[in-house]
C-alpha cells in the first residue's frame, strides 16, 4: 500500500487560523465552533521535527475518533455533529485536510495536562529511582522498571506552550488551579478512562503504560474530553507479547523516534534533527499496526 502524501503544515484561505501547535493546525468557524487538523508533524522532547510521519495525522485522527466513541459513556467529548463539507465548500481546501480533521465545541480549555502511569517506565521511573516516589505519590520500594504500578496513578502536569516543556505538578497544585471540585473530578475520570482504555487494549495485545488527557469546560460547567485521547502521541503503547519487567519495552508510539534521537549528538533543543527514511517509515509502521490492533481496521 503507497504511504499517504505528508502534510507538514495545512492552508486554509476560507477560515481564520487561530493557532499552530506542535502537531495541531487550529481554524475558527464561528463563535461556537472550530476545525482542529492533525498533521503529521512530529514532536519529541517538546520540539516540532522538520520531517513529518506520511499519514500520521490521519492515524491518530481515526484512533482518537474510535475512543472518542467507545469511551462517550464515561465523558461527552469535543465533537460536533457537523460535516466538513459544510464549513469547507471547496473541493481543493476540503481534499488537503480530509480524514485528518475534526470539527468540535468550542470549549474553556483546562490548564492541566491529566497524566495517569500504570506503570514505572519514562519520566516516572527516574523520578522513583531518584525520590522513591512519582510526582510525590509514595510507591513500594524495590520496583523494577516498566513495573505495573499497584494501581493506576493521576500526575498531573502544567500544559507548556510550544518548544516549552511540561512541568509536573502536584494534584493540590491543580486544585489551586481550577478548584477543588473540578480538579477531583478531572482526576477521577482521568483514572476511569485510562483503566477502561487499558483493559480493552490489553484483549488485543496493547499495554497502554501511561497516557495523557486534556479536558474542557462549557460555559455551564459541564466537563468534556478534548484534544486526542489515547493516541500514540499521547500515550505510551506496549506489545503485550514483549512486555517484560526490568527492561524499557519495544512500542508502538513515538518512543522508537525518541531512543533514535538518543543516539545522537543532538541536545534536544530547537531545531531539531532530519530523521533518515528508515526511521520515518518504522515509526509510520508502528503507528498503522497500533491502529489496527485498537480498532480491527
Known amino acids: 500500500m ?19 501547535g506542535k502537531v495541531r493546525d487550529i481554524y475558527s468557524i464561528d463563535d461556537k465552533h472550530m476545525l482542529i487538523v492533525t498533521t503529521d508533524r512530529l ?16 492515524m491518530l485522527t481515526r484512533i482518537s475518533n474510535f475512543w472518542f466513541d467507545k469511551l462517550s459513556q464515561i465523558i461527552p467529548n469535543h465533537l460536533a455533529s457537523i460535516s466538513l463539507a459544510d464549513i ?28 495517569v ?7 516516572g521511573w527516574k523520578d522513583y529511582l531518584n525520590t522513591g516516589a512519582i510526582c510525590g505519590i509514595e510507591l513500594p520500594k524495590g520496583l523494577q522498571q516498566a513495573k505495573q504500578l499497584p494501581e493506576a496513578i493521576y500526575t498531573p502536569s502544567t500544559k507548556a506552550a510550544v518548544d516549552q516543556h511540561d512541568e509536573n505538578v502536584s494534584f493540590e497544585h491543580t486544585v489551586a488551579l481550577i478548584g477543588q471540585e473540578l480538579a477531583e473530578k478531572v482526576r477521577d475520570t482521568s483514572i476511569r478512562l485510562y483503566k477502561e482504555a487499558a483493559a480493552y487494549a490489553k484483549e488485543r495485545g496493547i499495554i497502554i503504560a501511561d497516557t495523557k488527557f486534556e479536558f474542557g469546560v462549557d460555559e455551564g460547567g459541564e466537563l468534556y474530553l478534548i484534544d486526542e485521547a489515547l493516541t500514540p ?6 506489545p503485550a507479547d514483549r512486555y517484560q519487567v526490568g527492561i524499557s519495552p519495544p512500542s508502538f508510539d513515538k518512543q522508537y523516534v525518541r531512543d533514535y534521537l538518543e543516539t545522537l549528538d543532538w541536545n534536544k533543543k530547537a531545531p531539531g534533527p532530519h530523521l533518515p527514511q528508515n526511521v520515518l517509515e518504522h515509526c509510520a509502521a508502528k503507528y498503522r499496526e497500533a491502529e489496527a490492533r485498537l480498532t480491527g481496521v
Open 43 to 58: 514532536s519529541a522532547f517538546d520540539v516540532i521535527l522538520p520531517d513529518p510521519i506520511p499519514g500520521k495525522g490521519l
Open 88 to 115: 469547507l465548500p471547496n473541493a481543493a481546501e476540503r481534499a488537503q485536510v480530509e480524514g485528518r480533521s475534526i470539527i468540535v465545541k468550542l470549549l474553556k480549555p483546562l490548564p492541566v495536562e491529566a497524566i
Open 117 to 123: 502511569r500504570g506503570y514505572l517506565i519514562g519520566s
Open 233 to 238: 502521541d499521547s500515550s505510551r503503547f506496549w
Open 2 to 20: 503507497n504511504a499517504p502524501e505528508a502534510l507538514y503544515q495545512s492552508n486554509l484561505d476560507s477560515l481564520a487560523l487561530r493557532a499552530r
